[in-house]
């Protein structure tokens, strides 16, 4: 008997499993990294909001810690952040870093900058 040349498409069950533990893998990190990057975009904004309200480095830090506090703002405080006067305009700028540990000896270091600093 003659087949047709029909042939199974389709993962396999080993396949299956590798792509679901990859992704998992995947979605964890995601887990971890999503909410650092929601604090650097928080910090900005305070950073920025902080050289508004403030005329002298000691009011902008003190406003920025305000915001900190006020947006759950953990990995800097305001005398964290970098304060120098150019061409007459404070600007405002900030660097740290958040480890994240994943397993055994394995982290992952993020590091964040930024500035008021007109580009």
Same mark, same amino acid.
């Given at each position: ?8 498409? =389709? ?15 995947? =979605? ?7 909410? /650092?990057?929601?604090?650097? !975009? ?19 830090? /003190?406003?920025? *810690? ?12 305001? !005398? *964290? ?5 150019? *061409? ?25 900058? =930024? ?5």
């Amino acid at each position: 008997m003659r087949t047709t040349g029909a042939t199974q498409r =389709g993962i396999s069950l080993v396949g299956l499993i590798v792509v679901l533990a990859l992704l998992g893998v995947l =979605g964890l990190l995601a887990m971890q990294i999503v909410p /650092a990057y929601s604090e650097y !975009r928080a910090v900005s904004a305070a950073v920025v909001k902080a050289q508004a309200a403030g005329s002298t480095p000691q009011e902008i830090r /003190a406003a920025f *810690d305000r915001a900190a506090e006020a947006g759950y703002i953990s990995s800097i405080s305001g !005398r *964290d952040l970098a304060i120098e006067r150019v *061409d007459g305009e404070q600007q405002v700028s900030f660097a740290y870093e958040r480890k994240i540990h994943l397993a055994g000896p394995a982290s992952l270091l993020l590091e964040y900058s =930024g500035s008021t600093a007109k580009k």
